[in-house]
């Protein structure tokens, strides 16, 4: 305020208010008239605090302003009081540098007679008392004219203080005396650990379950903190199985045994108690902040710098305490244990490794050298591990010890030195299954339950409340709520009220999602129910909890399967809905008598119960000696060693995934703190005069920049996204996955019921014609399209060939090609089958009631299934083989194929047929028992072909469609079926994976194992050399792969497979684990997506990187996602869902990064200027405009169609930093700009604001100049209209205008602002302290007469009005500001620029052919 805008001096102006300073005097008779007692009524005084009473006394010391606010006032100032306050003066040229003028105005205008010294001065005082009569006594000048106090010190000998360095040393010496204490009784369990390597680590590796004979028992180790690895079997008596330990495959965990201590047990109580005193202790000096504990600043000696100074390092020292608690919280309390063998503890804590699954890596070196930073840090403080403290207990029987993790029981085994869980070895071979068919003795059953624990998988969901307090203990929660803290206490609680609000409301949706997620997942695990166990010879009615490997119980319909159990006898079928999401019931057979190979995950399968299904139908059966086989089963496995309860562990304890979106989030949170960090020093470089307010500034800084409701914000749009999900009958399971599908490149797709209809139709049959004379080969007859047509044989076979069930209400079950066949054949299946049939089919239109003596059923690894029938008409016995054309070939008389048998079977397949070959055999007149024993190739081999059965498999209607939207997404779409590849290359043409015109490539083994590469159309051989040009990108033309399950293996097994992925648009016969290992290839190279309808496929769902299951099942929780409508349309739904996600999340990212930009901003200018804006403006900002329009931006609606881009899922990526580095350096160009624009005007020169007036501690003072509203009028545009440029961008949302709510709060809070800016004053900018000032100074200076209440302003102008033609300046370049943001978004960050140049410059990424 020294010169104009002109350079001259500035002219002195009027100041009217309180602008006397106190006078002091030794006697109030020394006031002027008018201002000591006699201004106050009759019968009071004048008191020490300026006020009248009649009772003076109860006012302390403190509020005499006399005494200037020194804590110990000096001598000199012992005995003054004040006079009445001298109010509303005038002074003409008021110069507020020159105290003496204001001095001789007051002493004029007041009749304050003879020389009056400042207060301070003391030795002027003495002077003048030798000139001045007594009478005149001891006056001076004090109030303004008071020099600074002393800085304030404690004694610490306050109460307050003697308590916390109390508290403070008794937690000192407890954890002191716990150091050395624990540290002697460690001795020996430490120096056994350093002198055994490998003592805590080791691998938990799947056990090789064998027979006893090759079982060898490990030796025993010394020092027993083992590992959860495989142990010794443990013979019990009188049983033939092996109890072998076992434990989860690549699973590394560490065992550390502890036992309680009264000592340890003090010393983690005192840590409860300081970490909660320290929350009391900071909840004191808030209080004392606002007086609520008596009066302000009382624990502080009254001053409130030293309460300011004194809740820094309280609020330091109780957040580091915190941090390090939050990150040992689950090693804290056994760090207050003593540490000892685990076969000796009272609890063991076990450490498991999290390793992240990496979705998709940076290429970046810096992002890779800031990944490796943080990967060594995680390693240092170990938050790479699980840590998780079980109790230790002892079996009642044993004695021997055990506790539950993962909700599996492990038993230490002595022998071993180990904690195990043990499995039970009940053979491997159908003979030996079928040996344990008598069943259990109770003691034997005890013994084995003893070490398997309850056939029950107890899933412990916390309490609400108790999820809760978990949700708020993670790290991020303690930095919302500690900066919260801030908030509370330096008057800004009405903020922390509200950010509070939003990040509990957060934290309780996430806890009530979760929990309930989990209650979903114990209702699935958590079963019990009444069952009858074969115990000690005789069928005892338990619970399905006593169930033990060895087990025999009866099955019966409507059971829940309690275990995996292998089907000793009768007719069962069961619904496996439940577990795998496959829609028909299946129906499962007793295991044969002979010595095959059980395997329950291959050709088992149908001879497996598995634990989590239902069973639909359990039936006797009459064998062929008249005796009743009664449905019951063996129980296998139990628990968690089910397929159910493995799945129950991965969905409970899920692997980590690591995203790219995540990685760099995490890395820009790293530059934020350091950014954070240079915006504190810059808070107490310019406020250097008062640092404790310096350093609560800066706090605040920092707290805005990186914002409380960042997590909140990057969440809600998958929120958003799941919910829209559910309205389309697509359910989430998996929130993260959401964004996964966003980034979706690669889409695979089973074939059957997926792509195609779920049913076949028949579409004819092709036999094959044998003359009976040798000198002419076999050949086919012309292709009949009617069954009735058919000859005998192939009906017959047709009609009995299968494992086709009825459940009642008439339901079929069976495999889909069965159902058709058999319904194609009109026949019925006898309820009451003949005694020793398997079934009895009744064939009305050859007047036969045909008996299936013997079957094997259907295998995947043979495609082919057989039967055993016999015929009454002559009692011969016919097999039957029926299967996939390649295979049963190999089993078939080749006297009987004619010469052109795989030229016609590939025509047909050729066209979309699914050709099954059909062979025969005559056994003549034989007796069951004669071939009992008969394994399948025995039965099968050397039969006669019969011909083919054709059926085609239909495409959904929609599905050309859907594909056709992925394809135009730039999404690669590929087959992965188990059919035939020449069928899977028609259906991949009709669907439009790949185009009609498209020359294939089809890949084979040959006999002798060596890969041949045939053109499909052609049907000519083609060289390798024609191949790599394919995989080189030189091939000429439309050409594609496609390969058989064979040479998938062999590439697979040469190593040569990965270079053929990428290039191969069907696999064709693959087996289910062919389809998991197909599935991880894919996503080695991308984001790799795969639809099925949960049958065969949902490994390959549950490890694709987003699954689809097209099941309406209701757990169908194998996948992320699950949809009832079953059309291919429900992947495009989920892919523009997913790609609105994570545009949506990013664009809320950025929001909030903006924000805290401005605010930096802000902060920044208010740090030069030492000024701020008001606080009703702040509660505006983030009460209103960022929170409610942070929630705006999440509901930006999602594209029609997908884009052929995919949004960008780097938050470093050129994209997001055009948008974030340009919005953030136009906004400050803009805001130095208008800065610029202020001193260039002659109203503000010479009425600039002076901080060194006033007390900055006061930020709610710091608002009532020029500088502050310019401030705040642009920073309140920019905070608006971030919102409006983070809405831009139409490839996956919706166009900005469609987001109604976010268009319609923008325009409002335009509105709004400008009516501040240009209307005259008003009662709204008023409330902000913008265009506005004191009632008195509105009056006299503008003529404006204000019918509501003003608050005076704090400045020597006493308003900040600023000219008519000015405002509409102001706006112009606020409104500048704003295009010039949604220009740069528009033109340079997401069209024209960004489209040119991601077409010259792209960046490095996946090129596949779509």
Not at 1323 to 1341: D, I, M, P, Q, Y
Request: hydrophobic share 40%; aromatic share 12%; with cysteine.
């Amino acid at each position: 305020n020294e010169v104009d805008v002109d350079g001259r001096p500035c002219p002195l102006r009027t100041r009217t208010g309180a602008l006397c300073p106190q006078l002091c005097v030794s006697d109030v008779a020394l006031c002027p008239q008018g201002y000591g007692n006699d201004l106050c009524p009759t019968g009071e005084k004048l008191c020490i605090d300026g006020s009248c009473s009649s009772a003076c006394g109860d006012i302390p010391a403190r509020k005499n302003p006399c005494g200037c606010g020194f804590q110990f006032p000096p001598e000199q100032a012992a005995g003054l009081v004040p006079c009445a306050s001298f109010l509303d003066v005038t002074i003409d040229h008021y110069n507020a540098k020159d105290p003496s003028q204001t001095i001789d105005f007051c002493a004029d205008k007041f009749n304050v007679s003879g020389i009056v010294p400042i207060w301070g001065r003391w030795s002027a005082e003495q002077d003048l008392a030798t000139n001045l009569p007594i009478s005149n006594g001891r006056r001076f000048w004090a109030g303004k004219q008071c020099p600074k106090a002393p800085k304030y010190h404690y004694k610490y000998n306050e109460p307050l203080w003697l308590g916390v360095f109390a508290c403070s040393g008794a937690e000192a010496i407890i954890l002191a005396i716990w150091v050395v204490y624990k540290y002697f009784r460690e001795k020996t369990v430490k120096r056994l650990r350093r002198k055994e390597s490998g003592f805590t680590t080791a691998t938990a590796a799947a056990v090789a379950v064998a027979n006893a004979k090759d079982t060898k028992p490990l030796s025993g180790k010394l020092i027993d903190d083992a590992s959860l690895s495989s142990a010794s079997k443990e013979k019990r008596s009188g049983t033939s199985a092996s109890a072998t330990a076992s434990a989860d495959e690549g699973t590394e965990l560490r065992l550390k045994g502890f036992k309680n201590d009264v000592l340890g047990w003090i010393g983690f109580v005192s840590v409860l108690a300081v970490s909660l005193g320290w929350f009391v202790f900071l909840g004191f000096w808030t209080g004392d902040y606002y007086g609520t504990l008596g009066e302000v600043a009382s624990l502080a000696h009254y001053n409130s710098s030293l309460l300011d100074e004194t809740l820094i390092p309280i609020w330091i020292f109780a957040t580091t305490w915190l941090v390090v608690c939050c990150t040992f919280q689950d090693r804290i309390r056994n760090y207050f244990r003593i540490e000892c063998l685990p076969a000796e503890g009272t609890c063991v804590q076990i450490e498991r490794e999290l390793v992240e699954l990496r979705m998709a890596s940076s290429t970046s070196m810096f992002v890779r050298l800031a990944k490796r930073a943080e990967e060594n840090f995680v390693k240092l403080i170990r938050a790479n591990y699980h840590v998780k403290t079980c109790k230790i207990e002892r079996i009642p029987r044993t004695g021997q010890r055990y506790f539950n993790y993962m909700c599996t029981r492990y038993v230490f085994n002595e022998s071993s030195a180990q904690y195990s869980p043990y499995q039970f070895d009940l053979g491997s071979t159908h003979n030996q299954l079928k040996s344990h068919a008598g069943g259990l003795s109770s003691d034997e059953a005890g013994a084995r339950f003893d070490l398997v624990g309850p056939n029950f998988i107890s899933v412990d969901v916390p309490s609400y409340f108790m999820a809760f307090a978990l949700e708020m203990s993670q790290f991020f929660y303690l930095y919302q709520f500690m900066v919260m803290w801030l908030y509370y206490y330096w008057n800004y609680y009405i903020i922390g009220v509200i950010d509070t609000c939003i990040i509990l409301l957060s934290a309780i949706v996430k806890v009530v999602v979760r929990v309930r997620s989990e209650l979903r997942v114990k209702r699935m695990a958590e079963h019990s129910e009444a069952c009858s166990i074969l115990r000690d010879g005789e069928w005892q009615e338990l619970s399905t909890i006593d169930l033990v490997p060895g087990d025999v119980f009866r099955v019966a319909a409507g059971m829940h399967v309690p275990c995996d159990a292998v089907v000793l006898g009768g007719n069962i079928v069961s619904d496996e809905s439940s577990l795998t999401g496959e829609p028909l019931p299946i129906r499962k057979f007793p295991i044969h008598d002979d010595d095959g190979i059980h395997d329950k995950s291959g050709a088992g399968k149908i001879n497996t119960l598995f634990a989590g299904t239902s069973v639909s139908q359990a039936q006797a059966v009459t064998t062929s000696d008249g005796s009743v086989s009664e449905p019951i089963g063996l129980c296998v496995h139990t628990g968690t060693q089910t397929d159910k309860g493995q799945l129950v562990q991965e969905i409970l304890f899920p692997q980590p995934i690591s995203f790219i979106f995540n990685e760099q989030l995490r890395l820009v949170f790293g530059i934020l703190i350091l950014y954070a960090i240079l915006v504190f020093i810059l808070a107490m470089v310019f406020y250097q005069t008062q640092p404790s307010a310096s350093w609560f500034y800066a706090m605040f800084s920092c707290s805005q920049l990186i914002s409380p409701l960042l997590p909140a914000a990057l969440v809600m749009g998958q929120s958003v996204a799941a919910n829209r999900l559910k309205k389309k009958q697509i359910y989430c399971v998996n929130l993260d996955r959401v964004i996964m599908a966003g980034k979706v490149q690669m889409f695979c797709f089973d074939k059957t019921g997926t792509l195609t209809k779920e049913g076949l139709e028949f579409y004819g049959g092709l036999c094959a014609h044998n003359s009976g004379d040798d000198t002419k080969a076999p050949s086919f007859d012309s292709f009949v399209d009617s069954f009735s047509a058919l000859p005998d044989l192939m009906r017959t076979a047709a009609s009995t060939c299968h494992a086709v069930a009825e459940v009642e209400g008439g339901l079929m079950i069976g495999n889909p090609v069965d159902i058709e066949m058999f319904r194609t054949t009109q026949c019925q299946i006898s309820t009451t089958p003949t005694p020793g049939a398997l079934d009895t089919i009744m064939v009305p239109d050859l007047g036969l009631q045909l008996d299936v003596i013997k079957r094997f059923e259907f295998l995947h690894s043979r495609a082919s299934m057989s039967v055993a029938v016999r015929d009454p008409r002559d009692g011969h016995v016919h097999v039957f083989v029926k299967g996939s054309f390649e295979k049963i070939k190999e089993h078939l008389d080749n006297s009987t194929v004619p010469d052109n048998y795989m030229q016609a079977a590939n025509s047909m397949a050729r066209q979309g047929g699914y050709v099954l070959a059909v062979g025969h055999r005559d056994l003549g007149d034989i007796e069951l028992s004669d071939m009992q024993n008969w394994s399948r190739d025995d039965m099968e081999n050397g039969s006669a072909l019969v011909g083919f059965i054709v059926f085609k498999n239909l495409l959904k209607p929609d599905t050309p469609e859907a594909i056709a939207k992925l394809k135009d997404g730039s999404t690669r779409t590929v087959m992965i079926t188990g059919d035939t590849a020449l069928t899977g290359v028609f259906i991949a043409k009709g669907a439009g994976l790949m185009n009609e015109s498209a020359t294939v490539y089809l890949g084979d083994l040959t006999k002798a194992g060596d890969l041949y590469w045939t053109d499909v159309d052609k049907e000519e051989v083609v060289s390798q050399s024609v191949i790599d040009t394919v995989i080189d990108g030189r091939a000429d033309g439309d050409v594609e792969l496609a390969m058989t399950g064979k040479a998938y293996n062999h590439l697979e097994d040469v190593g040569l497979i990965r270079q053929y992925v990428l290039f191969t648009r069907v696999f064709a016969r693959m087996l289910p684990n062919d389809k998991v290992s197909c599935v991880q290839l894919h996503m080695e190279r991308g984001i790799t997506a795969m639809c099925g309808d949960g049958g065969n496929d949902c490994g390959a769902l549950r490890a694709a990187h987003v699954g689809l299951a097209l099941s309406d099942a209701e757990a169908s929780i194998v996948s992320p996602f699950s949809s009832s409508d079953r059309s291919i349309n429900s992947c495009v739904e989920l892919m523009i869902q997913g790609r609105s996600a994570l545009a949506t999340s990013f664009a809320g990212y950025l929001y909030l990064i903006l924000y805290g930009q401005t605010m930096t901003f802000l902060k920044i200018f208010s740090f030069y200027f030492s000024n701020t804006a008001s606080s009703n403006t702040w509660i505006w900002v983030d009460a209103f405009i960022n929170t409610i329009m942070s929630i705006c931006v999440a509901y930006s609606g999602p594209a029609t169609k997908l884009s052929k881009h995919r949004p960008t899922a780097r938050i470093l990526g050129p994209q997001v930093l055009a948008t974030a580095l340009g919005t953030v350096f136009i906004n400050f160009t803009f805001l130095a700009g208008a800065f610029g624009w202020l001193y260039r005007k002659s109203w503000f020169r010479c009425n600039e604001f002076d901080s060194s007036t006033t007390d900055i501690a006061k930020w709610w003072l710091l608002a009532d100049n020029y500088e502050a509203s310019i401030l705040a009028i642009v920073c309140l545009f920019q905070f608006v209209n971030n919102a409006m440029v983070v809405n831009f961008g139409f490839y996956f949302r919706r166009r900005w205008y469609r987001n109604y709510a976010l268009v319609f709060l923008w325009a409002v809070y335009v509105a709004i602002i400008s009516i501040v800016l240009l209307a005259p004053t008003n009662w709204l900018g008023c409330r902000f302290r913008l265009n506005c000032g004191s009632k008195s100074v509105l009056a006299s200076e503008f003529d404006i007469h204000p019918s509501f209440s003003i608050e005076d302003y704090n400045s020597d102008i006493g308003h900040n009005i600023i000219p008519n033609d000015s405002r509409y300046e102001l706006w112009g370049i606020c409104i500048a500001n704003m295009c010039a943001t949604i220009l740069w978004q528009l033109i340079f960050a997401l069209y024209p620029v960004h489209s040119t140049l991601r077409k010259k410059r792209p960046l490095r990424r996946l090129q596949v052919k779509l």
